[in-house]
């Protein structure tokens, strides 16, 4: 598996940032409907109407290239910065914020597919799930545990382990029903269900944390 995230800038004229979003999309097109082994970079440059070469230019490998669309996907819903805490801001808000990002996104229809392929690639090709889970739900993971350090560290709330803190939050927003939905058992909660979804899982965490 590469360690490069992204192919390293050389000299000369920045990467045009609009062929490397076409690449992207096209990739995340290309894996969920064709699946990862049957996804060429040829294809990747086809549907993305660039060449060959752009594609490599932009990414090293296949590899690379589905850690960046994973974090793409990612990055729509979670920006990093929803993971800062402004001075004055109410902790209950910032979480809603982060809360209403990540259910929606993990109940999205491109990401419940993505998952699914994962979970089938996995005994094939051990390092894709490595790839999925650095590239998604561990980079959420951090931003959460360095929002709830410094959460801890103003006084806010009392968090002793802000990682399995951050672990906790996001299971209870998965639940029982994520579960349904990607066994393809149950459908996605959205509108008011997921609204108060949200609201209580946020409740119920600010009560768990809050200082004595």
């Known amino acids: 598996m590469s360690n490069n995230l992204s192919a390293p800038n050389g000299p000369g004229r920045p990467k045009d940032l609009a062929k490397r979003q076409a690449i992207l999309d096209a990739a995340k097109k290309l894996f969920l409907s064709n699946g990862y082994a049957n996804t060429s970079m040829d294809a990747v440059a086809a549907e993305a109407g660039v060449s060959k070469l752009t594609v490599y230019s932009h990414f ?5 290239l589905l850690s960046c669309a994973v974090m793409s996907k990612c990055e729509e819903q979670l920006p990093t910065l929803f993971f800062e ?11 809603l914020n982060i809360a209403r990002g990540f259910h ?14 994962i979970m089938a690639l996995g005994s094939q090709d051990p ?3 490595q790839i999925f889970f650095e590239a998604g739900p561990q980079r959420v993971l951090n931003g959460m545990e360095r929002l709830l350090t410094k959460v801890d560290q103003i006084g806010a709330l009392r968090i002793a382990s802000p990682r399995v803190a951050a672990e906790h939050f996001f299971c209870l927003l998965k639940g029982a029903a994520n579960f349904r939905l990607l066994l393809g058992c149950g459908g996605p909660v959205v509108g008011a269900a997921a609204e108060a979804h949200v ?3 946020v409740a119920l965490f600010m009560r768990a944390y809050r200082p004595d």
């Open 60 to 64: 090293n490998d296949k590899e690379t």
């Open 85 to 95: 805490l402004p001075d004055g801001a109410p902790i209950e808000q910032v979480l």
């Open 104 to 117: 929606q996104l993990i109940n999205g229809e491109d990401s419940v597919n993505l998952h699914r392929l």
């Open 127 to 129: 390092q894709l799930p």
């Open 199 to 201: 609201q209580d899982v």
